[in-house]
């Protein structure tokens, strides 16, 4: 019994898996590459042009909220992806986006400053719906979700 079990582990040994691998499959490439992460830093694509049309005051405003472009020379693995006609010389544009980057402490202010005027809005949109509740016929307010797995109730 034990030259059995031998033999089957030779069997096994000498068995590739090379007809069992699947096949590569074709995937479209990301429109925009990613940079290199940097320790302390966020990166956002930040619209210049919008189909062909400049768009300087987005440049503007994002400018005025923290966000630097990025130098082609601090992340030359992008270089090739960079538009050739920029207007921003020396910096990393595609297809009228520009790399831009910023502190990780001023990203994380700025979405918590997003998140708080959502919950602001959504306490609105609630004391507004339950204004007009009636005790007689009780308005349903719950925003929670489930996820079940399997058959269900039994």
């Known amino acids: 019994m034990a030259e059995a079990t031998k033999e089957n582990r030779l069997a096994r040994e000498l068995n590739t898996r090379d007809h069992e691998k699947r096949k590569a499959v074709w995937q479209p490439p990301e429109v925009l590459p990613d940079p290199m992460p940097h320790p302390g830093w966020v990166f956002r694509w930040i619209r210049t ?3 062909g049309t400049p768009d300087p005051m987005n440049v503007s405003a994002k400018t005025r909220e923290g966000w630097v472009p990025v130098r082609a020379e601090d992340h030359p693995e992008l270089a090739l992806h960079a538009d050739e006609s920029s207007k921003f010389k020396g910096c990393i544009e595609v297809g009228g986006l520009l790399l831009c980057k ?4 001023m990203a994380k202010q700025r979405d918590e400053f ?6 602001a809005q959504m306490e609105a949109v609630d004391n507004n719906f339950m204004k007009v509740n009636d005790n007689r016929m009780p308005l349903f307010n719950q925003r929670r979700t489930e996820t079940t797995f399997g058959r269900g109730s039994k």
């Open 102 to 105: 910023a502190p990780e402490e």
């Open 49 to 51: 042009s919008l189909l």
């Open 114 to 119: 997003y998140a708080k005027q959502a919950q």
